[in-house]
T-cell receptor, first 114, second 117 residues
Framework: DSGVTQTPKHLITATGQRVTLRCSPR?????VYWYQQSLDQGLQFLIQ???????AKGNILERFSAQQFPDLHSELNLSSLELGDSALYFC?????????????FGAGTRLSVL | AQKITQTQPGMFVQEKEAVTLDCTYDTSDQSYGLFWYKQPSSGEMIFLIYQGSYDEQNATEGRYSLNFQKARKSANLVISASQLGDSAMYFCAMREVGNGANSKLTFGKGITLSVRP
């Protein structure tokens, strides 16, 4: 168990809908990262938050947004969903204080857009 | 831009034998970190091993070791005494420390390993 909790594990929804993915980082980790894994694109970095502030953005669509709350949990919001958004979404957290920035991943949320 | 290359096709190994999974990387940074993750069929991403670019010794974690050849920009994962539970997809990833607070990982496409009994 990595200590990173993601909910829900599975999500099935229709095109045009909006969903929220939730992530609780490991105790003490201030950084949260979101990644998308799809068959055609592989594992892609979406966005990083550190202690409530956005730190870096990757290939995140404008329809997607995220935030990190004061208790350090994070949410990834996906709106106007398209078939191509079907993927496995991972949250990871790391402890910047270690210097290695090892990222520990949650079990992922598998999103299916029908 | 940083890049990770994993080009091996699906790999097969006999149980109890050792196997090497290849990874090459490209970066213009002097300071970076290299990671290997395991993704079993259940889908979760499991951290295996880390190597810093300034680490003089190759990293080891139990049955996992990282064969780090800086001049060749390779970071191969060696799994000794393979077990059936090692069957999974393995990803090599890199973080460029020069990005400061940006700690994103860049992943390779992964290698599928199958362990035969």
């Amino acid at each position: 168990d990595s200590g990173v909790t993601q909910t829900p594990k599975h999500l099935i929804t229709a095109t045009g809908q909006r969903v929220t993915l939730r992530c609780s980082p490991r105790s003490g980790d201030l950084s949260v990262y979101w990644y998308q894994q799809s068959l055609d694109q592989g594992l892609q970095f979406l966005i990083q938050y550190y202690n409530g502030e956005e730190r870096a953005k990757g290939n995140i669509l404008e329809r997607f947004s995220a935030q990190q709350f004061p208790d350090l949990h994070s949410e990834l919001n996906l709106s106007s969903l398209e078939l191509g958004d079907s993927a496995l979404y991972f949250c990871a957290s790391s402890d910047a204080g270690t210097g290695t920035h090892i990222q520990y991943f949650g079990a992922g949320t598998r999103l299916s857009v029908l | 831009a940083q890049k990770i290359t994993q080009t091996q096709p699906g790999m097969f190994v006999q149980e109890k034998e050792a196997v090497t999974l290849d990874c090459t990387y490209d970066t213009s940074d002097q300071s970076y970190g290299l990671f290997w993750y395991k993704q079993p069929s259940s889908g979760e991403m499991i951290f295996l091993i880390y190597q810093g670019s300034y680490d003089e010794q190759n990293a080891t974690e139990g049955r996992y070791s990282l064969n780090f050849q800086k001049a060749r920009k390779s970071a191969n994962l060696v799994i000794s005494a393979s077990q059936l539970g090692d069957s999974a997809m393995y990803f090599c990833a890199m973080r460029e420390v020069g990005n400061g607070a940006n700690s994103k990982l860049t992943f390779g496409k992964g290698i599928t390993l199958s362990v035969r009994p």
